[in-house]
């Protein structure tokens, strides 16, 4: 399967990576990664191991593939949905951070878009060079539920390249449950500086799950049906799962980047208010991080 990785950082690297050793991939990346890419193809390290010599560009205007992956940051969606419309693709299939993504794809793109989570680990180490540094799967399916063919044949050409593969009917519920579980992680990771597996004791604990149980409250009020404790249990197990890994919002901090935050915990608080419910752990969280973003210059 033709297929383009929009934003290929880490994740995006490593899907790319992954995908390259069984069908025809170019990535879309910033200009240092694929100048060595083009020089030295792309190296995959850690849990999966393979140099691949996928195709590599800085411009994603005028692209032709089979299947799109976007893997840029919230922020970028639109950007990036604006300029893959300049190009022509049978399927677009967001595989991004926190909720909204996939309306912004829609709104702009005449493509079918399907919605995804995945749980590897990846780390860019350097140009041309990506860490798997946690095994993990693919989910993806149509964004409002249901089967389709489409799904299904992406799905088939994810696994068929060694990617752990489920095509889900059930996405929206898996959307609200990976939001729950980085409203819970990431901003309390960021704000206090700490690996993932943190958050399973002392304070980081309560503060994780109070994030978390908001945010499966404000899913049921959106007629998704998950319940606190699936919602907790599901952050505990990728807390656990990824106990010494440093969460995209960490690494953010880190890196003196905008994160994510609107489009998670921000995002919360957002569908919160129009619903009339209070999330509160949410709200103070995502004002920290805005704080730290405005002092940072970053917004």
Not at 120 to 141: F, K, M, Q
Not at 149 to 163: D, N, Q, S, Y
Not at 242 to 248: G, I, L, Q
Request: charged share 25%; glycine share 10%.
């Amino acid at each position: 399967m033709e297929t383009v990785v929009f934003g290929a950082g880490s994740l995006g690297s490593l899907i790319g990576g992954i995908l390259a050793r069984s069908h025809d991939v170019t990535l879309v990346a910033r200009e240092d990664h694929v100048r060595t890419v083009r020089e030295s193809g792309l190296r995959v390290t850690g849990e999966l191991e393979t140099t691949v010599w996928p195709s590599a560009t800085t411009d994603g205007r005028d692209l032709e593939a089979e299947l799109a992956v976007i893997t840029v940051k919230a922020a970028d969606t639109t950007s990036a949905a604006e300029t893959l419309a300049t190009g022509s693709f049978d399927a677009v299939l967001s595989l991004q951070n926190g909720m909204g993504n996939e309306e912004t794809l829609v709104d702009r793109l005449e493509a079918p878009v399907l919605a995804g989570t995945a749980t590897y680990g990846a780390v860019l180490r350097e140009s041309g060079v990506v860490a798997c540094t946690g095994l993990g799967d693919v989910v993806l399916g149509p964004r409002d539920g249901g089967s389709s063919e489409l799904a299904e044949r992406v799905g088939e050409a994810f696994a068929a390249a060694g990617l752990e593969t489920t095509v889900a009917d059930d996405m929206p519920r898996r959307l609200w449950e990976k939001l729950a579980v980085n409203a819970g992680i990431n901003p309390v990771t960021a704000l206090s500086d700490v690996a993932n597996g943190a958050v399973l004791e002392g304070p980081a604990s309560d503060l994780a799950s109070a994030a978390t149980r908001e945010t499966a409250r404000v899913a049921r009020a959106c007629d998704v049906s998950i319940s606190s404790r699936e919602a907790i249990t599901a952050m505990e197990r990728v807390a656990a799962d990824t106990a010494a890994n440093t969460s995209s919002m960490r690494q953010d901090v880190r890196a003196g980047r905008r994160t994510e935050i609107d489009a998670i915990n921000g995002y919360v608080v957002e569908r919160a208010n129009e619903l009339g419910l209070e999330a509160p752990t949410n709200r103070t969280v995502t004002s920290l991080i805005r704080t730290w973003e405005r002092g940072s210059g970053l917004r």
